[in-house]
T-cell receptor, first 113, second 115 residues
């Protein structure tokens, strides 16, 4: 069964460092998303991406965040200068028109120290 | 702004019991509603998706219902098993002209099924 793949599963970084979280969405899906879940809190929407551009972003997704689809398979989330409050589980998801259910990856746990 | 609430926050039941998890949402103009399962420290596994035109969906021992007008959905789990222990999340999606939009999640119900 096709699945969304995220790497790494866990990343520890120092405050102020840049991190790139990577995702391989399900092939032939058209919509890509990043969500995050701070420990004990709700899963929150960060950004959606369609047709090589951001279609929507939340207030969380400020100038420190960026997304990119550098080739036909990868979808990345970059945090330029990490803060302690960026520590969370980050989920990538993808969906398409035919079966609009969103499929999620296993997540990357980001720990900022 | 859509708000999704799940009650109860936690539920503990003996094995074999049938149970209902509740989800309510404030904006009834949704495209679909999706139920997920999350195991501790893990990702989100999609369980059921109900389109706005549907009233219910079934998969095995799971049945999800949707009442859009009242802003409610329920997830019914029959004959619960210890392996069903997890957090169950409800999420709504609203469609815009640009296509599929973000999911808005509830905080989840943590289910424990005791052997």
């Amino acid at each position: 069964e096709p699945e969304v793949t995220q790497t790494p599963s866990h990343q520890v970084t120092q405050m102020g460092q840049e991190v790139i979280l990577r995702c391989v969405p399900i092939s032939n899906h058209l919509y890509f998303y990043w969500y995050r879940q701070i420990l004990g809190q709700k899963v929150e929407f960060l950004v959606s991406f369609y047709n090589n551009e951001i279609s929507e972003k939340s207030e969380i997704f400020d100038d420190q965040f960026s997304v990119e689809r550098p080739d036909g398979s990868n979808f990345t989330l970059k945090i330029r200068s990490t803060k302690l409050e960026d520590s969370a589980m980050y989920f990538c998801a993808s969906s398409d028109f035919v079966t609009p259910a969103a499929f999620f990856g296993q997540g990357t746990r980001l720990t900022v120290v | 702004k859509q708000e999704v609430t799940q009650i109860p926050a936690a539920l503990s039941v003996p094995e074999g019991e049938n149970l209902v998890l509740n989800c309510s949402f404030t904006d009834s103009a949704i495209y679909n509603l999706q139920w997920f399962r999350q195991d501790p420290g893990k990702g989100l596994t999609s369980l059921l998706l109900i389109q706005s035109s549907q009233r219910e969906q079934t998969s095995g021992r799971l049945n999800a219902s949707l009442d859009k007008s009242s802003g409610r959905s329920t997830l019914y789990i029959a004959a619960s098993q210890p392996g069903d222990s997890a957090t169950y999340l409800c999420a709504t999606r609203k469609l815009t002209q640009g296509g599929s939009e973000k999911l808005v999640f509830g905080k989840g119900t943590k289910l424990t099924v005791n052997p």
